[in-house]
């Protein structure tokens, strides 16, 4: 998989880029991420990016020539045939489907916005896409292009090593995720659940979906709308349902 990443702070990416898992997913070339400045195709003298905006009002606005000199000379022939992503509060939702959409293409260009904003040609013109991290305003995009590249890269075949980690993620199957324990068994008294030292898989397998399930129904319990439950599920929520109105009928 390979990213297209469009910013005025290359090296601010360049650090979570290079650690961890992300780094040793391109030291494996499994992905390849390429910071593009686009201070570097702006063409006057003082190498500018932004302008005052026509109309007035303060705030200054990113100039369309230099994005579009970095994008197409970068992307070259794959314009048109992949996905170009503008990153602005004002686009879809970034969640783990998207995540997942993103995953399927072989490559990704994603372009950090600063200053108030970015001329709208690009969003008509340059952009395939729009997409937002959150409900918030960021002072750019490159934390949200940062969490696009690593939710997506973790999604590809090789990158985490364990292919059963993807699967059972918090959000892959629209559920939240259990509760995880490690050594020691017991610590400041806080002991971890006996099933889980028990070594009976089955036990803890269900113990897993049970806790899965009341984690997401007491703290996102709209993502139950669209989780992938079976008959066995729908019974746990209900005996949940059932002993927290006992319990607040008390
Ligand atoms: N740039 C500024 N705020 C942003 C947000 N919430 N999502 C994506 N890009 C942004």
Not at 98 to 114: D, F, K
Request: charged content about 25%.
């Amino acid at each position: 998989m390979n990213f297209d990443v469009f910013t005025l702070l290359p090296d601010v990416m360049q650090a979570y880029l290079h650690a961890s898992i992300l780094g040793k997913a391109q030291e494996a070339g499994l992905i390849h991420v390429k910071l593009h400045n686009i201070r570097d195709f702006t063409t006057d003298r003082h190498r500018t990016t932004d302008d005052e905006p026509y109309g007035g009002g303060g705030g200054m606005v990113m100039k369309p020539e230099p994005l579009f000199a970095a994008v197409e000379s970068a992307l070259g022939d794959d314009m048109g045939k992949m996905p170009v992503v503008l990153l602005t509060p004002q686009g879809r939702l970034f969640d783990q489907g998207v995540a997942r959409e993103l995953a399927q293409h072989t490559r990704l260009a994603l372009i950090c916005g600063r200053y108030e904003g970015v001329d709208e040609r690009v969003r008509c013109h340059l952009a395939t896409d729009e997409i937002s991290i959150g409900d918030y305003v960021l002072t750019g995009g490159e934390l949200a292009a940062l969490i696009i590249v690593d939710a997506v890269a973790r999604l590809i075949t090789g990158v985490l090593g364990d292919t059963q980690a993807v699967k059972k993620d918090s959000h892959a199957s629209g559920l939240l995720e259990h509760p995880h324990y490690t050594r020691p068994a017991s610590f400041r008294g806080w002991e971890v659940p006996e099933v889980l030292l028990s070594g009976d898989h089955a036990r803890i397998a269900a113990w897993r979906r049970e806790q899965s399930l009341q984690r997401t129904l007491h703290r996102r319990p709209d993502l139950l709308e669209h989780a992938e439950l079976d008959e066995a599920d729908r019974n746990i929520l209900d005996q949940l349902l059932k002993e927290e109105r006992n319990h607040s009928s008390r």
